[in-house]
């Protein structure tokens, strides 16, 4: 596509669910990101994939987090057993090699996540 | 560990005004500096790019500067406009064992008014 897409764009969903959020990145893009926009809390770095491996995982807020990507492409991000606090804005971006040299950075226009 | 603030939180100018936005991140070891704009319910656009090594990046009425030893950012908007209207962030890549890490403060919100 010519953008990064998400999906879905709104989820609702009851506590002690599983979710899976999906992004698809620009074809080519080898650098994929997972952010978290939480309404007070500003943009929070979760993950970063380089082609299908992941040098940083620091960001992911617990174990019931886990994020994949296959094929250098797709990725999805699992949020298990979700809780109240889970809610938030998922965003995606991605770039063509390294975004911290080009600055060539694509947002998907994100994930929304209520959890009730 | 990064932190970024942006000063102010907020700003409301009228049409036309010149304005600065603030940046600061308290560990100078950082790769790169980007601003970025979000429109309500959408994702982020980048602005500027500003590399470690450079002093300042311009384009059209946005000029965005970097003192990278003492931690600070500006990002000028020129004859602001209301189309400008968005929510302003500051992003600073990460060096080291922060290597492609982005870490964003917390935004302005800019209103220009007719």
């Known amino acids: 596509g010519a953008g990064v897409s998400q999906s879905p764009s709104n989820k609702v969903t009851e506590k002690g669910k599983d979710v899976e959020l999906r992004c698809d990145p620009i074809?080519?893009?080898?650098?994929l990101y997972w952010y978290r926009q939480s309404l007070g809390q500003g943009l929070e770095f979760l993950i970063y994939?380089?082609?299908?491996?992941?040098?940083?995982k620091s960001g992911l807020p617990s174990d019931r987090f886990s994020a994949e990507r296959t094929g250098g492409s797709v990725s999805t991000l699992t949020i298990q057993r979700t809780q109240q606090e889970d809610s938030a804005v998922y965003l995606c971006?991605?770039?063509?090699?390294?975004?911290?040299?080009?600055?060539?950075?694509?947002f998907g226009e994100g994930s929304r996540l209520t959890v009730l | 560990k990064q932190e970024v603030t942006q000063i102010p939180a907020a700003l409301s100018v009228p049409e036309g005004e010149n304005l600065v936005l603030n940046c600061s991140f308290t560990?100078?070891?950082?790769?790169?500096l980007q601003w970025f704009r979000q429109d309500p319910g959408k994702g982020l656009t980048s602005l500027l790019l500003?590399?470690?090594?450079?002093r300042e990046q311009t384009s059209g009425r946005l000029n965005a500067s970097l003192d990278k030893s003492s931690g600070r950012s500006t990002l000028y908007i020129a004859a602001s406009q209301p189309g400008d209207s968005a929510t302003y962030l500051c992003?600073?890549?990460?060096?080291?064992?922060?290597?492609?890490?982005?870490?964003f403060g917390q935004g302005t919100i800019l209103t220009v008014h007719p």
């Open positions: 560990d100078s070891a950082i790769y790169n």
């Open positions: 500003i590399q470690s090594s450079q």
């Open positions: 992003a600073v890549w990460g060096g080291g064992t922060s290597y492609g890490k982005l870490t």
């Open positions: 994939f380089q082609g299908n491996s992941a040098p940083d």
């Open positions: 074809s080519g893009h080898t650098a």
């Open positions: 971006a991605s770039s063509l090699g390294a975004g911290h040299i080009t600055g060539e950075l694509f």
